[in-house]
């Protein structure tokens, strides 16, 4: 019914930027609350930043200042704007969408950051 794709990620040294987007396809609906998440190997899986309908957006103590959350509701994609990378911002970046109507939450499939120099 919906689907969830993530792209923009890379390898980026050190204080560089990337943005990644989540574009959601198939049946149109509108979304209470879209997120970023990430997680690390061996890790567990993180909210990095969140936006709600209300609207609101939220981030984790680490991101603040650095990174931004934001959403095209024309396009139907969120956005993860990523500057000043740190190599602990190395992980699998997911993104989740839940919609205002029905009880599901969706997943992208990740896309791979990674911070090195």
């Known amino acids: 019914q919906v689907q969830l794709m993530e792209s923009g990620g890379g390898l980026v040294q050190p204080g560089g930027s990337l943005r990644l987007s989540c574009a959601a396809s198939?049946?149109?609906?509108?979304?209470?609350?879209m997120s970023w998440y990430r997680q690390a190997p061996g890790d567990q899986r993180d909210l990095v930043a969140e936006?709600?309908?209300?609207?609101?957006?939220t981030y984790a103590d680490s991101v603040k200042g650095r990174f931004t959350i934001s959403r095209d509701n024309v396009k139907n994609t969120l956005y993860l704007q990523m500057n000043n990378l740190k190599p602990e911002d190395t992980a699998v970046y997911y993104c989740?969408?839940?919609?205002?109507?029905?009880?599901?939450?969706?997943w992208g499939q990740g896309t791979q950051v990674t911070v090195s120099s």
């Open positions: 989740a969408a839940r919609p205002i109507e029905g009880a599901n939450i969706y």
């Open positions: 936006w709600t309908h209300l609207p609101s957006t």
């Open positions: 198939g049946r149109f609906v509108s979304f209470a609350v």
